[in-house]
């Protein structure tokens, strides 16, 4: 009972939240109700998030009187970060219904983030960035000291505008550029973790089938992907070949089924060599099939982004926007295995035109460097390497000439383009990688180099007026 009223069974008062999502609402509504829902959200658990601190803040002083096994004061956090008596948890666990370990490590993030990530701490309470993001970056950043970590406060904070996954990158980027050394023990140890196992014969596994993992080198990694895109690829375009090695395909075999017939092509090395073209038959001379091997080696490009104190010896990190953050010598590494061509360092800040409807190679690579992801709100690193470019200004046959460049480039998904092109999107080229964006239903997202940014009323008249025509 409550106030004289039955609150009846979980279902029941579902039920009863039900009409308000009405059928009268129109899609307008829905959008604005979206983003609240969002702020609410992030709201109620920074309020929570305030609670716990109080709690710990109101565990700070010793215990009265110290006994063997009794209450301490104990470190949840980095280094810097206030102690806290450790027998407080439980109770803080009890009225959070969860686990100690799991109360115990919400305060761990908590004050990091208020001790350690200041800046960072600063942009969860205006709501403008996920919580849960945030306390990663704090769990991440523990073993650096308070110089180190200030470091990663003052770039992640900067960039909070950016998805969840690149923002993740960003901070795990500076934490290793912060100590390296530490990072280079890490892949040491990680080396000791490497195998690759074959499953044993399973009664409940498919009939035929085996089970093969494998724990390896990053880079070893991406070869093997992309060796086994290669002969799925081959295989799918030789029906004779596919007919010969692999009869239980059939005419239109999915990709998975290539790829996993691929894989089993790097049991038979020698086949595998004929196969992508890696042994002249007409060559017996041993020198002349090594030259050959040689000579179909793959070549590989990779866009790295680092510093230019890093190429005059400097300890550095790269990042890679398909491979994330690396240690110099662990690009030299991933293309041991390709021919490596180096080519001058791409000057972003000068720019191109051409008078015809598609965008040249030189401009798209440029305009790629530049937004690392797709220019759509909220885009992710993993789409960029499968992209149209558009023309942010539709392109006009009967128009001036110069209309496809630079300053006229948004590259876009499959799926967002065809959303922008069938559903009303409108968006505005400010400047070469940055974009503004207006939804079908009015929403405005500024999109650049830093991520996606939500826009008020004054944020897009001050746009407006800086961009007016």
């Known amino acids: 009972m409550h106030g004289g009223a039955v609150l009846g069974t979980p279902a029941e008062a579902w039920a009863r939240r039900q009409p308000s999502l009405s059928f009268d609402y129109v899609p307008a509504d829905v959008l604005a109700r979206a983003e609240w829902a969002l702020k609410d959200r992030r709201q109620a658990m920074l309020e929570e998030y305030d609670l716990a601190l109080a709690w710990a803040d109101l565990h700070g002083e010793p215990p009265a009187v110290e006994v063997e096994g009794g209450d301490r004061l104990v470190r949840l956090g980095g280094l810097g970060t206030p102690l806290v008596r450790d027998l407080c948890l439980e109770e803080l666990a009890v009225a959070r219904s969860e686990h100690v370990h799991a109360t115990r490590s919400l305060l761990a993030d908590l004050l990091d983030l208020r001790h350690r990530l200041p800046r960072l701490w600063v942009a969860v309470q205006g709501l403008r960035v996920e ?21 990663v406060d003052v770039a992640v904070a900067e960039a909070v505008g950016l998805s969840h996954g690149r923002l993740l990158e960003l901070a795990e980027a500076k934490i290793i550029e912060a100590d390296t050394a530490a990072r280079a023990t890490e892949l040491a140890d990680a ?68 790829r996993a017939a691929a894989f089993g092509w790097l049991a038979r090395p020698h086949d595998l060599a004929d196969l992508l073209g890696l042994l002249d038959t007409q060559a017996d001379d041993q ?29 550095g990190v790269a990042r890679s926007t398909t491979l994330g953050p690396l240690l110099l010598d662990q690009v030299r590494h991933l293309l041991r295995h390709a021919h490596v061509d180096l080519t001058p360092v791409i000057d972003l800040n000068t ?24 220019a759509f709100p909220h885009a992710t690193g993993t789409e960029a390497s499968r992209v149209d470019h558009d023309h942010a200004v539709p392109y006009d046959p009967l128009g001036p000439p110069g209309q496809t460049g630079d300053h006229n480039d948004a590259p876009l998904t499959r799926h967002n383009h065809r959303a922008k092109t069938h559903l009303g999107y409108q968006v505005r080229q400010l400047a070469p990688g940055t974009y503004l964006w207006t939804t079908p239903r009015g929403l405005h997202r500024l999109v650049n180099h830093t991520g996606t940014h939500h826009l008020t009323d004054d944020d897009l008249d001050l746009i407006r007026r800086i961009h007016a025509a």
Do not use: M
């Open 191 to 258: 080396r000791l973790l490497k195998g690759a196992w074959v499953t044993g014969t399973r009664h409940d596994a498919p009939a035929g089938l085996r089970d093969v993992f494998a724990r390896i080198e990053a880079a070893d990694a991406v070869w093997l992907d992309a060796t086994l895109q290669r002969v799925a690829d081959l295989l799918a375009t030789d029906p004779d070949r596919r007919a010969t090695h692999h009869p239980e395909l059939g005419p239109t075999p999915t990709r998975d089924e290539l």
């Open 287 to 315: 020198q002349q099939n090594r030259q050959s091997r040689q000579g179909h080696r793959r070549r590989a490009v990779l866009f790295v982004h680092l510093h230019q104190s890093a190429l005059h010896g400097a300890s």
């Open 351 to 374: 720019g191109a035109s051409v008078n015809g409807y598609e965008h040249p190679e030189a401009v798209k690579q440029r305009t790629l460097l530049r937004t690392l992801v797709p």
């Open 131 to 151: 919580p849960w993001v945030a306390r990663k970056i704090a769990s991440l950043s523990r073993r650096l000291d308070r110089d180190a970590v200030a470091l």
